[in-house]
């Protein structure tokens, strides 16, 4: 595994493989991997030549500095994972590389979808995500992209990015890795504590009462249901519960005929904050 520390290095690497027609599937990360990633990793490897995987916690998607300080940094048994991974190539740029003096975000317009769920929670957190995705994709300019569904609101953003800025690459949805007992798995996870890890799974288990529910209750009913049932749980703080349209993200009153939708939720285990989202399925 080759790996690379400048834009510099990095591109004249690409230059010279895509010079020998070789395919080049993009995984970009934060770190602190696991199952999750390695799967998008595999996805990679199936349809492209060469993978590269980028580790980069980035600034300016944090709208907190405590969450931003606290996020697990696991460079050197990452490193070791992706080696025994199908990773051809890790990016591991410091913030100077990727935002020399200025740490701050593009302004984009993602027709709306930018203003639900996360982007109500988390002021400017989708300007960072989109900006320093972009930035990698200009710097690595690959074939195909890989994000997990767990974020499936940053997995749109980046299809509207990509569509907006007409870039030629392929954004790949990748389905959402679970624990054995269904909780999504996630970086922060290694952060939870004993009795907030034993409490996590509750939400997902919730998320499939909720699935069973669509079929036959209204969404305002089961939207008061999944708040009342996090009331009762100690352990879990619910920030919100939303069933939306899976295109445009608008909250759902009436289930239309021919229309997909989810359901999507954002939890505080502590301070520790875990989102999952399920498909929902319409009769
Ligand atoms: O999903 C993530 O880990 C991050 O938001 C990403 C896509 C790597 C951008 O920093």
Not at 11 to 30: A, D, E, H, R, W
Not at 135 to 159: H, V
Not at 236 to 261: M, R
């Amino acid at each position: 595994m080759e790996i690379f520390n400048t834009k510099q290095e990095i591109k004249s690497y690409l230059t010279t493989q895509k010079k020998k027609n070789k395919t080049i599937g993009f995984v970009p990360t934060m770190g602190a991997l696991h199952e999750g990633h390695l799967s998008l990793i595999k996805q990679a490897k199936k349809k492209n030549d060469i993978v590269v995987v980028s580790i980069f916690i980035n600034p300016t998607q944090f709208d907190n500095n405590k969450d931003l300080e606290k996020y697990p940094k696991k460079i050197e048994s990452d490193t070791r994972l992706l080696a025994n991974s199908s990773c051809d190539v890790l990016f591991y740029p410091s913030v100077k590389e990727m935002y020399n003096t200025k740490v701050s975000s593009e302004k984009f317009d993602f027709e709306g979808i930018e203003h639900q769920m996360e982007g109500k929670f988390r002021q400017g957190h989708f300007n960072g995500v989109a900006t320093i995705v972009k930035t990698f994709f200009e710097i690595i300019r690959p074939n195909s992209a890989y994000f997990g569904e767990k974020d499936f609101q940053q997995l749109l953003i980046i299809k509207k990015m990509v569509k907006n800025h007409r870039l030629k690459i392929k954004i790949k949805g990748c389905p959402i890795f679970r624990e054995k007992d269904g909780l999504a798995m996630s970086s922060r996870n290694t952060r939870l504590s004993k009795e907030h890890r034993v409490s996590a799974p509750f939400i997902y288990k919730t998320l499939k009462q909720v699935r069973k529910k669509f079929n036959t209750e209204n969404t305002l009913k089961i939207t008061e249901w999944v708040e009342q049932e996090f009331k009762k749980n100690t352990f879990l703080n619910l920030e919100y519960f939303t069933i939306a349209d899976e295109k445009t993200l608008e909250i759902v009153k009436n289930k239309e005929f021919n229309k997909n939708y989810r359901a999507f939720i954002a939890v505080f285990a502590g301070e520790i904050r875990l989102i999952d989202t399920i498909r929902l399925k319409n009769l």
